[in-house]
């Protein structure tokens, strides 16, 4: 059995990591990010696949790394803040497939997302750049219809909306 290549971070190289997009779906966390408006933050991807639709922040799931802990370092990396699973709340599974993917226009991508909502307070001039190049506050009914946001995040409006409801009871 051929082993595969992994990076010192233990991340698999690119190659390795290529032949994985192709054949199995990935597993990843969104984040529905909303301030004390009920706004969402939004970041415009500069990366494939989504390349430039705003799309809300999140990230793979790494091997043996717990849902808890990739939480914790995907809005590290995204928001620059840490934030605890535990003061998140579930909005669902959800499904993404991508025409294209990080390494190719016509590799296709298949995510499956657990997806949840949370409250924070940021200021937009300070997130990290490395996976969006831009951000903004979009409130919920605006991103619903704005053909710039991303189908995928725009999906999560049901569950986020039902959520909001629900806490207003």
Known sequence: MNELQTTEKGWLSDD???????NTPLVSLDFVVTNPLGEWL?????NRPAQ???????GRV?????????AWRLTANELGRPQSLANMSFLGVYEHFYADSMFASDLTTHYVVLAYQFGLSLELDSLPRHQ?????????QINC?????HPNTRAYLPAVSALTSTSLV
Do not use: D
């Open 16 to 22: 390795a990591f290529g032949q994985v997009v192709a």
């Open 42 to 46: 939004l970041g415009q991807r500069q």
């Open 52 to 58: 430039g639709y705003w799309f809300v922040p999140g």
């Open 62 to 70: 790494r091997k043996n790394e717990t849902l808890t802990a990739a």
């Open 132 to 140: 969006h190049n831009r951000y903004r506050w979009w409130a919920p």
């Open 145 to 149: 219809e704005h053909a710039s946001v």
